[in-house]
């Protein structure tokens, strides 16, 4: 047998010095645990994106309110599917609810998780949809009719009296949806902030940077989503929804730029003995991701571009301002994406020792590969899909009998 | 005139929905929570006596000192001596209960684990550079594992 296949065989993934616990064959959190962040962050993002219209009253945004408050939704459903793939056993999902844990970081997850989507997500869309459940269930029929009828609890009260209600209660989740989105997505940063030996995580920003980052992807997403409906339902696009959200991308975008620079800086004058290590991952081993996907095409062009249309609205052309702002929006998208593999990945591909690193190589089938990975991914979209459908009509009777009352 | 106060409709509806779901969860839980679970912490106190009665694949230096007494004297006067038998040759439970079924067979992969040049081992630690040193020879043909400070 040749000697460079025997070295192969005894240290197949290593350079330099590797514990023995780090000799594993691929990271212990692999891509599922990239997409639990991102997808979280998504979930977090999009809230914002909606709760601009009803906390901040921004009412050119209307249009995609109810846009921003599904594809929460359709992602937050995902939230938890990579971090089940992951752990394997999904017959055991329930036992985290049976026997929870008041003191362990990870597990406060489920408490977060489970406030967000039944506190905050879910009833806010109940207050906010009531009054068309009830139109829709007197006038839907079959399958369709009896999911409305169920949705609306029984409650068929539509008096001006109730839905005045219904918009203030709305309006308080949204208040207290706020913070708790901030929450959820700040638990996230919290996990790899509060990794003090990890200089590539253990920093009091990562929570910080992780909900900027969030909230930039999830406005990102909304734009997105805005657009492929609006084409796909040939409806014209509302140029000036279009672009406010735009001018909020650009501004959540810079102070995201802001923030996760500041990170670095801090990162390189403040990590003395780790900082030879965290040099070589930037210029070496997380080059692309890194430098050109996060930082150049992830942020700098996006900037670029959503500056240009901030500083020279008036004289681009509509349909060269649309192209822009979807272009912005998937290289955010993208550039997010690859910040959270950056985080989740990079951390794990140095060993303690700092002298040492290992390796990833990303298997294509198999519970953690790149198959398992897109189909996670895809789900949230599926979903978001059939609920466009079902919730999302060109026209709710809600609206429509707004129409009428104006 | 009624001035009763009334609650309103959705209020009601959700909280006799959310006293459903609390109280669904309630008894699902009384159910499904394991009886050992908390006994010593946020775990089942079962598991321990599970994990201790699942089958050893390592049966432990003394067993294996038991048959082959030479060779644990052998390796007893060398710098070899803290390593436990299993570490290179693999678990031998299997082994010690039926001596038809033999230990895995070894490959130099073994020695280089711990003595390919890496400038992070100590300087007193014996390394080599598998590239410079012999290539293409298999360790034992110059060194015993047993002893490794005797020449052949």
Same mark, same amino acid.
């Not at chain 1, 959540?252 to 403040?270: G, K, M, P, Q």
């Not at chain 1, 249309?309 to 702002?325: E, S, W």
């Not at chain 2, 006994?39 to 089942?44: A, F, H, L, P």
């Given at each position: ?74 992602? #937050? ?90 918009? =203030? ?150 349909? !060269? ?8 929006? #998937? ?56 609920? !466009? ?18 | ?10 209020? !009601? ?25 908390? @006994? ?27 048959? %082959?007494?030479? @060779?644990?004297?052998?390796?007893? =006067? ?23 079924? =033999?230990?895995?067979?070894?490959? %130099? ?44």
């Amino acid at each position: 047998m040749d000697v460079t296949n025997v070295v192969v065989e005894a240290m197949p993934h290593f350079e330099g010095y590797v514990y023995p616990n780090e000799a594993t064959l691929e990271p212990l959190w692999s891509v599922l645990i990239v997409l639990y962040p991102y997808i979280t962050g998504l979930v977090a993002g999009a809230f914002i994106m909606a709760s601009l219209v009803r906390v901040f009253r921004v009412k050119a945004l209307e249009p995609v309110y109810r846009l921003s408050l599904l594809t929460a939704m359709s992602f #937050m459903l995902c939230a938890t599917l990579p971090l089940l793939i992951h752990l394997g056993h999904p017959e055991r999902c329930y036992e985290i609810m049976m026997t929870p844990h008041l003191t362990s970081p990870m597990a406060i997850f489920g408490f977060v998780y489970a406030w967000y989507l039944m506190a905050v997500l879910l009833l806010e869309l109940w207050f906010d949809y009531r009054l068309d459940f009830v139109r829709w269930s007197k006038t839907e029929k079959g399958f369709k009719g009896l999911l409305y009828r169920i949705l609306t609890v029984g409650v068929t009260d539509e008096s001006v009296g109730a839905v005045a209600l219904d918009h =203030k209660l709305s309006w308080i989740i949204s208040i207290v949806g706020i913070p708790s989105a901030f929450l959820l997505h700040g638990y996230v940063g919290f996990i790899f902030g509060s990794i003090k030996a990890n200089p590539w995580w253990g920093n009091v920003l990562m929570p910080i940077i992780f909900i900027l980052s969030a909230i930039v992807s999830g406005i990102a997403l909304c734009v997105i989503h805005y657009m492929i409906v609006s084409w796909v339902r040939r409806k014209p696009i509302d140029m000036r929804c279009l672009d406010i959200m735009g001018m909020f991308l650009f501004y959540a975008l810079v102070v995201d730029a802001t923030i996760e620079t500041l990170d670095w800086v801090h990162r390189i004058y403040s990590k003395e003995e780790d900082f030879a290590v965290i040099q070589q991952m930037a210029r070496e081993k997380l080059f692309f991701s890194l430098n050109i996907g996060q930082a150049l095409c992830g942020t700098l062009l996006p900037l670029l571009m959503l500056g240009a249309t901030q500083l020279a609205r008036k004289r681009i052309p509509d349909i !060269v301002r649309k192209r822009m702002y979807l272009a912005s929006g #998937m290289l955010i998208v993208l550039g997010v994406l690859a910040m959270r593999w950056n985080v989740v990945i990079g951390g794990q591909l140095f060993s303690k020792s700092l002298r040492g690193f290992m390796s990833y190589k990303m298997e294509f089938t198999g519970m953690e590969g790149l198959l398992m990975g897109g189909a996670v991914l895809a789900l949230p979209f599926v979903i978001f899909v059939v609920m !466009v459908k079902l919730f999302l009509p060109e026209k709710s009777p809600a609206q429509a009998a707004e129409a009428v009352t104006i | 005139m009624n001035t009763r106060f009334k609650l309103p409709p959705q209020i !009601v509806r959700l909280v006799l929905l959310t006293v459903g779901i609390v109280g669904s969860y309630l008894i699902a839980r009384a159910f499904l929570t394991p009886s050992s679970f908390g @006994q010593y912490g946020w775990y089942r106190g079962d598991a321990l006596m599970e994990a201790a009665s699942h089958p050893r694949t390592f049966a432990g230096k003394p067993a294996c000192t038991e048959c %082959h007494e030479e @060779q644990a004297k052998q390796l007893a =006067k060398f710098n070899h001596q803290s390593l436990s038998c299993e570490v290179c040759h693999g678990p031998g439970q299997a082994h010690v209960e039926n001596f038809d079924v =033999k230990l895995p067979v070894l490959t %130099h992969g073994h020695c280089l684990r711990c003595h390919e040049k890496n400038p992070s081992r100590p300087h007193w630690h014996k390394q080599i550079s598998s590239r410079e040193h012999f290539p293409g020879d298999k360790c034992i043909e110059c060194h015993k594992p047993h002893a490794p400070s005797e020449v052949p």
